[in-house]
Nanobody, 113 residues
């Protein structure tokens, strides 16, 4: 299983970015797919969506970030609005089935003026 992220970069505070993750298999093969981020420290949940369509959001992003999926393209997207310097991190795409998890290589998001 391969997950390939794209869309990171440098953005000013208050700006927007959209991340995309292409999964090499049908995303309905997984219990859930989603996004995590890692600044110095542990990797935290940003947003996830399970096979039934239930979404979860991590602390501090609800109302600003939106996760979506395109089943036909096996793609998971993360629309990030009203970005803050605290959102600066490496963002990883993740897919899991039961106890197995798969990660992308990560994409850097930097929010700075």
């Amino acid at each position: 299983v391969q997950l390939v992220e794209s869309g990171g970069g440098l953005v000013q505070p208050g700006g927007s970015l959209k991340l995309s993750c292409v999964v090499s298999e049908n995303i309905f093969n997984f219990n859930s797919v989603g996004w995590y981020r890692q600044a110095p420290g542990k990797r935290d949940l940003v947003a996830s969506i399970n096979v039934g369509g239930t979404m979860r959001y991590g602390d501090g992003v609800k109302g600003r970030f939106t996760i979506s999926r395109d089943n036909a393209k096996n793609t998971i997207s993360l629309q990030m609005n009203s970005l803050e310097p605290e959102d600066t991190a490496v963002y990883y795409c993740r897919a899991n089935i039961l106890a197995r998890e798969y990660w992308g290589q990560g994409t850097q998001v930097t929010v700075s003026s």
